[in-house]
């Protein structure tokens, strides 16, 4: 089983950037598809961005899309959320999520492993 841990959150101002950090532990993050999901207050989880295995492919939320990048190093088990020209709804905990299979999903529901969540807060 892994556990994943969150960082890098904080507060910016809009058209600001900030980078998120996961760590995984228990098992090399090559074993699993990861994604990040962000959760406002009062509003459902939404996708954000995943990448495969390998790094090779990515999926992006239409709403971060040419904003957000995601990336990952797994020599060192270290999924990577770039976030640039930050806006005030991008404020929400975010999560950093694994699985085991090989899709690189868009849907909550397709990550058996998630993490605490870091808090960005975007001022206007």
């Known amino acids: 089983q892994v556990q994943l841990v969150e960082s890098g959150g904080g507060l910016v101002q809009a058209g600001g950037s900030l980078k998120l950090t996961c760590a995984t532990s228990?098992?090399?993050?090559?074993?699993?598809?990861m994604a990040w999901f962000r959760q406002a207050p009062g509003k459902e989880r939404e996708f954000v961005a995943a990448i495969s295995k390998s790094g090779g492919l990515t999926n992006y939320g239409a709403s971060v899309k040419g904003r957000f990048t995601i990336s990952r190093e797994n020599a060192k088990n270290i999924i990577y959320l770039q976030m640039n020209n930050l806006k005030p709804e991008d404020t929400a905990v975010y999560y950093c999520?694994?699985?085991?299979?090989?899709?690189?999903?868009?849907?909550?529901?397709?990550?058996?492993?998630w993490g605490q969540g870091t808090q960005v807060t975007v001022s206007s």
């Open positions: 228990g098992r090399t993050s090559s074993t699993y598809t």
């Open positions: 999520a694994g699985s085991t299979g090989n899709i690189v999903d868009k849907r909550s529901t397709g990550y058996a492993y």
